[in-house]
């Protein structure tokens, strides 16, 4: 689903926030949402991290204690040079570029914040002039 929260997940998740729960929800795209966004902050609050958080919530919870505790994984026990699944190591990079492109093009605010649906596109131009003068 859009969020990918599993069975198990969405009934721990709609437990906690004393919702109804049952699989077919998870297909209803504000609730799906709705989970996956309590579930990523409460792995946040957790873990305290963004990086921590991210693996956590694609490799699981306890994986990413066992990682932390590993010093083969991680160092200092408080971050992770070398996750050991490669989709929770993709998935976690994939989201923190993300991340910081779409910060770049919204560093003005949301189209809807400032009315001027322009800045993102002037932010566009030079978020690709900025990339083609890397080459």
Excluded: C
Excluded at 20 to 29: C, G, I, V
Excluded at 71 to 81: A, K, R, V
Aim: zero cysteines.
């Amino acid at each position: 689903g859009l969020m990918q929260i599993l069975p198990d997940t969405g009934e721990w998740i709609a437990a906690k926030l004393e919702e109804d729960y049952h699989d077919e929800l998870l297909h209803d795209p504000d609730y799906n949402i709705k989970l996956g966004a309590y579930y990523y902050e409460y792995l946040y609050e957790y873990f305290g991290d963004e990086s921590l958080a991210l693996a956590a919530y694609n490799g699981g919870m306890g994986n990413v204690e066992q990682w932390l505790e590993d010093p083969e994984i991680s160092s200092d026990g408080h971050t992770l040079e070398n996750i050991p699944f490669a989709e929770t190591r993709d998935y976690v990079d994939k989201v923190q570029h993300v991340h910081e492109t779409y910060k770049y093009f919204y560093k003005d605010g949301l189209p809807n914040d400032t009315g001027d649906l322009n800045l993102v596109w002037e932010n566009y131009k030079k978020f690709i002039s900025d990339m083609v003068k890397d080459f």
